[in-house]
């Protein structure tokens, strides 16, 4: 669910963003520079994907004889 968040809150400002310099080349004429939607790794989502991660193998270690025995 955190991961999804962060995916979600970067798309919309990456939207955001692009919708505003739309406008702006709209208005002036200018070339914008828009560009496609690129989801960049950083140090949050290592993180991320390390919890999440760690947490289904625990579970599954944790858990493993009640489903397997």
Same mark, same amino acid.
């Given at each position: ?15 955001t ?9 709209? $208005?002036? $004429?200018?070339?914008?520079? =828009? ?13 991320? =994907?390390?919890?999440?991660v ?13 489903f397997?025995?």
């Amino acid at each position: 669910m955190l991961f999804g968040i962060v995916y979600l809150f970067r798309l919309y400002i990456h939207q955001t963003n692009a919708t505003f310099n739309a406008n702006i080349a709209g $208005w002036t $004429w200018e070339e914008a520079g =828009i560009g496609p939607f690129h989801f960049r790794i950083s140090p949050i989502i290592i993180g991320l =994907i390390l919890f999440i991660v760690i947490s289904i193998l625990v579970t599954f270690i944790t858990y493993y004889r009640y489903f397997f025995d």
